[in-house]
C-alpha cells in the first residue's frame, strides 16, 4: 500500500512564501512523475506543477517564476516551493505521484490535501 502526505500549508500574507513537501511511502519500487495540483473553493482541479523522474519541471502558466517544483528522490519526497503568492494561489493543493509498488504496477497516487490561504 502506497501513501502520499502533504505538509506545509498555512496562511501566508500576498508577497510572502510557504514550502510545500509531500511524502511517499509503502510499497514502493519506483516513482515516475510527481507533482503539485490545486484546487480553489467552487472550481476545478488544476495542474499547478510536475517533475519527471530525472528532474524535468513543468509549470502552468500561472506560476512561472514565482513557484520552484524539486524532488528528492532517495527520500521519496516532491517540494514545492511558492514565492511571491497572491491571494488568487489560495487553494488545497495535492501532490501526485505516478508510483511502480511491489507488485510492478504502475498506479496514479494522490495526497488529501493542505490549505495554503493568501490574505490581501
Known amino acids: 500500500q502506497v501513501q502520499l502526505v502533504e505538509s506545509g500549508g498555512g496562511l501566508v500574507q500576498a508577497g510572502g512564501s510557504l514550502r510545500l513537501s509531500c511524502i511517499a511511502s509503502g510499497s514502493i519500487f519506483t516513482i515516475d512523475a510527481m507533482g503539485w495540483y490545486r484546487q480553489a473553493p467552487g472550481k476545478q482541479r488544476e495542474l499547478v506543477a510536475t517533475?519527471?523522474?530525472?528532474?524535468?519541471?513543468n509549470y502552468t502558466a500561472s506560476v512561472k517564476g514565482r513557484f520552484t517544483i524539486s524532488r528528492d528522490n532517495a527520500k521519496n519526497t516532491v517540494y514545492l516551493q511558492m514565492n511571491s503568492l497572491k491571494p488568487e494561489d489560495t487553494a488545497v493543493y495535492y501532490c501526485n505521484a505516478f508510483i511502480q509498488g511491489s507488485d510492478y504496477y504502475f498506479m496514479d497516487y494522490w495526497g488529501k490535501g493542505t490549505l495554503v490561504t493568501v490574505s490581501s
Open positions: 517533475i519527471s523522474s530525472g528532474g524535468s519541471p
